[in-house]
C-alpha cells in the first residue's frame, strides 16, 4: 500500500484455493478470506440447491457468485462448483463478463483515477 502524487497504489489481493469442499469452513477460514478483495475458491462441491444456505455464512463485505457443482449419480458427492467473490467497495463491470461450465470471468474497475478495468477469471 501507498500513496504517490495523492493516489491511491494499493493494489488488489487475490485468494485462488482448491478448497476441496466448502461445508465445513469454520469462521477461521472465513476471517482468513476477508483479508481479499477478488477471492476465486474452486472444488467447492455446493450444489445449487444449498446456495441460499451458504450465502448467510459468506462474508458480508463481499458480491458473491455461485457456479453450482455437478452431480453424476443420486448417490454420492457433488463435483466441481466455483464460488467468486468481489469486495462491495471495488466496481464490478458486469456487461461482456463470461460465464461457461467450468470458467467465471469478473471484470473490476481497478484504476479509479481513469477507469482502467482488468478481468480475473476462474477456472476449474
Known sequence: MGKKNGEDKRGLKLLFWNIEGLKK?????????????????????????????????????????????????????AKDGIITGVKKDIKEIEEGAIEMEGMVERKLTVNKKNGESAKYIVEE
Do not use: H
Not at 476477508?34 to 463481499?62: A, C, M, Q, S
Open 25 to 77: 469452513k469454520d469462521n477461521l477460514f472465513w476471517d482468513y478470506v476477508k483479508n481479499f478483495d477478488f477471492v476465486g475458491l474452486t472444488e467447492t462441491w455446493i450444489l445449487g440447491r444449498d446456495w441460499n444456505k451458504l450465502k448467510d455464512v459468506l462474508p458480508k463485505e463481499f458480491r458473491w457468485k455461485l457456479q453450482g457443482a455437478k452431480k453424476e449419480k443420486c448417490k454420492g458427492r
